[in-house]
């Protein structure tokens, strides 16, 4: 599964919900895939995209989605053990997990030998968990996930494309206040 | 007004309820009396770095955030704040304990304690250290107008002299 048209896919069914892009090519793809003033592109701060969406989704009922990625979040465990103990119901994680480092070389990341990601969401007390490997398991639990209570958590397993996409306009006062601008006017 | 009183007033009135913080001794007394009022959601974080990201999301999605800590974990928050708050032009002020300061027991609390205010100068981030309630209420409610007018973090650094911790 390519993460270019798993992108695709959630933001088919992301209706207006917010969607927080983890730095570099899961930012780009998601600007490719369909830019709209809910998507929040991130730059650096690597580690912090689901944390940001945690921030969104205590602070507004919208579902809140975070396209975050295997290596960026091993670098802030923690962000599951806060979601586990906030547990806000419109919250949904996704992991793109390559099992490595994509954009350092791809060294393998520590989701290539022993950590599952899933069982350490699990673990934190997310009861709303799954992995996928295919398009057609990642619909049926993003669609569930948009419908039903979580937070969710949802380990995709995907491939990076041969070739990275343009990089993303690198605007980071603008993305933040042109999203902003949908909630507060 | 005792200091974590004037802290809580200030933050009310600027309409800032999301609280995203790293437990510490010195300033469990404001933020204990944070946790207790149902005008603030406060959330307790594992690492500081992550509480700017969550005050951040607050803020994007509209509701004004606030992040407490003790300087040690503003070593923890710097890239956060460095890459995220400072380029998107995020106003959260960051309250923090001092560590560092005059009847510090742990050397292993110095270096960092000491080097806070100069790092926050390294970025160009406003910052205020209050060793004494008189007047505070008027510097803390001009350092929030600073921060939404700048729209920057600022940090009020808290020292013993202010919230008590042991001196001597």
Not at chain 1, 1 to 11: E, G, I, S, Y
Request: one cysteine or more.
């Amino acid at each position: 599964m390519l993460r270019f048209d798993a992108t695709q896919l959630v933001l088919r069914h992301a209706g207006d919900s917010p969607v927080v892009g983890n730095l570099g090519p899961t930012s780009d793809e998601l600007y490719h895939a369909g830019h709209r003033d809910r998507n929040f592109y991130t730059y650096g701060s690597m580690g912090l995209c689901s944390s940001i969406a945690l921030g969104m989704a205590v602070s507004t009922d919208d579902k809140v989605i975070s396209l975050d990625g295997d290596g960026s979040l091993l670098m802030n465990l923690g962000a599951i053990a806060t979601i586990g103990r906030e547990k806000p119901e419109n919250l949904v994680v996704v992991v793109w997990d390559n099992e490595a480092w994509g954009q350092t070389g791809g060294q393998p990341s520590h989701t290539a030998t022993n950590t599952n990601l899933e069982e350490v969401a699990q673990s934190c007390g997310i009861a709303k968990t799954t992995t996928v490997g295919d398009l057609e398991t990642l619909e049926e639990a993003f669609g569930r996930a948009m419908n039903e209570p979580g937070p969710w958590f949802i380990v995709a397993k995907i491939e990076e494309a041969e070739e990275y996409m343009p990089v993303a306009p690198v605007e980071p006062e603008f993305t933040l206040y042109r999203f902003r601008n949908t909630y507060v006017g | 007004m005792p200091w974590a009183e004037t802290i809580v007033d200030t933050l009310k009135k600027w309409d800032t309820s999301l609280i995203a913080y790293v437990p510490d001794i010195s300033i469990d007394r404001v933020t204990s009396i944070i946790d207790a009022d149902p005008f603030f959601h406060l959330v307790s974080c594992t690492r500081e770095e992550e509480a700017i990201g969550v005050a951040v999301g607050s803020y994007a999605v509209g509701r004004n955030a606030a992040v407490f800590m003790q300087s040690s974990g503003f070593g923890n928050s710097i890239n956060g704040i460095a890459s995220l708050c400072l380029p998107a032009r995020t106003p959260i002020p960051i309250f923090m304990n001092l560590r560092g300061q005059v009847g510090e027991f742990n050397i292993a609390q110095v270096a960092m304690g000491r080097n806070t205010t100069p790092i926050l100068d390294l970025f160009g981030i406003a910052h205020y250290t209050i060793e004494s309630e008189d007047r505070m209420d008027t510097l803390l409610d001009g350092v929030m107008k600073l921060c939404h007018a700048h729209r920057n973090p600022v940090a009020i650094c808290m020292t013993p002299m202010l919230h008590g911790g042991k001196i001597a």
